[in-house]
């Protein structure tokens, strides 16, 4: 493990260099110690962090926060930009905890608004949700709704390398009116009972690639919001949670469309969806198009495909009406696995903007060991290769 994160800091290093014109060029380091904070996880290390990141934030030169071994303790914070350089990395060797009191956090526990080249190298982030599920559990109208973890809106250039983020209150990790943003090797884990914990969350962003990943946890294992474009998934772990969703869009009647997404060599395992488009059942302005998932593994999935666009959570604002959001050209390549339902693959589109250019190229799921079934309202496509279940278009 030592010699895996001095290899991360190594290249970051590189990266820190390299990202101005002269190599030689000073880097700044910053050890949070030496601003106050303290690794036992009791004394509150928030002025700490932020006085670091004030330094270096407002340096003209790159800079490496230093997160030693320890727990630190650290209350909700926003790292605000823009700042005097456009590379400051984050090097975590030990954990942030979250206070154990749910109701201090804000909507954010950690949070980067409007900063350019910020990496985050390996540490954990422990915010500590199991007191708040518990709270929501009962049903209480006092629990708040809880805190992200992370959140980046309104950055560039942001990599988020070999972190864990551990029981969120809420979403774990959210990318908001972002650009060029890599998350690798990242892991997100929670109990797949945890209310609205999902793993990643990326709207109204683009060029976002998401590698080598493993999410566990109680929602989406990846949401996809509206507004994301150049969306690339490539080989990530999901389950337990709600699988890879697109959606829910069309909730508001004026919304940015999402187009140009690829979900590629993945693994779903035990979860309530697999692949799943959904959209809230009114109009909207709203679209999706160019999606491939291609080379995908299931087991035990109970939606392993599927297509929703008639949301309406407790049938209100939509009842009786039918989705805005067209969805076109999406393909299904290589799909395999097994399905915990009967019917593997439902495409329930909207009857006003029926579902156009679905592609089904070599997909077998099976149920109880025998071809699944599918099933088709206002979707029109084709299909190449087996395709089982047999397909519905």
């Given at each position: 493990?030592?010699?895996?994160?001095?290899?991360?800091?190594?290249?970051?290093?590189?990266?820190?260099?390299?990202?101005?014109?002269?190599?030689?060029?000073?880097?700044?380091?910053?050890?949070?110690?030496?601003?106050?904070?303290?690794?036992?996880?009791?004394?509150?290390?928030?002025?700490?962090?932020?006085?670091?990141?004030?330094?270096?934030?407002?340096?003209?030169?790159?800079?490496?926060?230093?997160?030693?071994?320890?727990?630190?303790?650290?209350?909700?914070?926003?790292?605000?930009?823009?700042?005097?350089?456009?590379?400051?990395?984050?090097?975590?060797?030990?954990?942030?905890?979250?206070?154990?009191?749910?109701?201090?956090?804000?909507?954010?526990?950690?949070?980067?608004?409007?900063?350019?080249?910020?990496?985050?190298?390996?540490?954990?982030?422990?915010?500590?949700?199991?007191?708040?599920?518990?709270?929501?559990?009962?049903?209480?109208?006092?629990?708040?709704?809880?805190?992200?973890?992370?959140?980046?809106?309104?950055?560039?250039?942001?990599?988020?390398?070999?972190?864990?983020?551990?029981?969120?209150?809420?979403?774990?990790?959210?990318?908001?009116?972002?650009?060029?943003?890599?998350?690798?090797?990242?892991?997100?884990?929670?109990?797949?009972?945890?209310?609205?914990?999902?793993?990643?969350?990326?709207?109204?962003?683009?060029?976002?690639?998401?590698?080598?990943?493993?999410?566990?946890?109680?929602?989406?294992?990846?949401?996809?919001?509206?507004?994301?474009?150049?969306?690339?998934?490539?080989?990530?772990?999901?389950?337990?949670?709600?699988?890879?969703?697109?959606?829910?869009?069309?909730?508001?009647?004026?919304?940015?469309?999402?187009?140009?997404?690829?979900?590629?060599?993945?693994?779903?395992?035990?979860?309530?969806?697999?692949?799943?488009?959904?959209?809230?059942?009114?109009?909207?302005?709203?679209?999706?198009?160019?999606?491939?998932?291609?080379?995908?593994?299931?087991?035990?999935v109970q939606n392993p495909i599927i297509i929703d666009q008639n949301y309406c959570p407790n049938n209100e604002n939509c009842p009786g009406k039918v989705s805005g959001v067209a969805i076109s050209d999406v393909v299904y390549q290589d799909i395999q696995g097994t399905s915990a339902?009967?019917?593997?693959?439902?495409?329930?589109?909207?009857?006003?903007?029926?579902?156009?250019?679905?592609?089904?190229?070599?997909?077998?799921?099976?149920?109880?060991?025998?071809?699944?079934?599918?099933?088709?309202?206002?979707?029109?496509?084709?299909?190449?290769?087996?395709i089982q279940p047999s397909s519905c278009f």
């Amino acid at each position: 493990m030592a010699n895996s994160i001095q290899a991360i800091v190594f290249i970051s290093l590189i990266f820190l260099l390299t990202k101005s014109s002269n190599a030689k060029i000073e880097v700044n380091k910053f050890n949070v110690l030496k601003f106050g904070a303290k690794a036992d996880g009791k004394k509150d290390s928030s002025k700490a962090f932020l006085d670091s990141w004030n330094v270096a934030c407002g340096s003209t030169n790159p800079g490496i926060i230093s997160v030693p071994q320890g727990r630190y303790l650290i209350k909700s914070l926003r790292f605000e930009g823009p700042c005097k350089n456009n590379a400051i990395s984050f090097q975590i060797d030990g954990t942030l905890v979250a206070p154990s009191n749910f109701k201090s956090l804000q909507e954010f526990w950690i949070d980067f608004h409007k900063v350019d080249g910020v990496t985050i190298l390996g540490g954990k982030l422990d915010a500590q949700g199991t007191a708040l599920w518990a709270c929501k559990a009962t049903q209480d109208k006092d629990c708040p709704s809880g805190a992200t973890t992370l959140g980046f809106s309104s950055s560039n250039d942001i990599e988020i390398l070999g972190l864990t983020s551990l029981n969120s209150q809420m979403f774990h990790i959210v990318i908001n009116g972002c650009k060029k943003v890599k998350l690798q090797s990242v892991k997100v884990l929670a109990p797949g009972n945890s209310p609205n914990t999902d793993g990643i969350h990326v709207q109204l962003s683009s060029d976002v690639k998401i590698l080598n990943s493993k999410i566990s946890t109680g929602d989406d294992c990846v949401s996809i919001g509206p507004g994301t474009t150049n969306l690339w998934i490539e080989n990530v772990a999901c389950g337990p949670g709600h699988g890879i969703s697109i959606g829910s869009l069309g909730k508001d009647f004026e919304e940015a469309g999402v187009q140009n997404v690829t979900v590629k060599t993945i693994t779903i395992r035990n979860t309530q969806n697999g692949l799943r488009i959904k959209s809230w059942g009114r109009p909207s302005t709203g679209f999706v198009r160019g999606v491939i998932f291609q080379g995908v593994k299931m087991f035990n999935v109970q939606n392993p495909i599927i297509i929703d666009q008639n949301y309406c959570p407790n049938n209100e604002n939509c009842p009786g009406k039918v989705s805005g959001v067209a969805i076109s050209d999406v393909v299904y390549q290589d799909i395999q696995g097994t399905s915990a339902t009967e019917v593997a693959m439902k495409f329930d589109c909207s009857k006003s903007k029926p579902c156009k250019g679905i592609r089904l190229e070599n997909v077998k799921l099976t149920y109880k060991k025998k071809p699944a079934l599918a099933s088709c309202a206002n979707a029109r496509g084709t299909t190449s290769g087996l395709i089982q279940p047999s397909s519905c278009f």
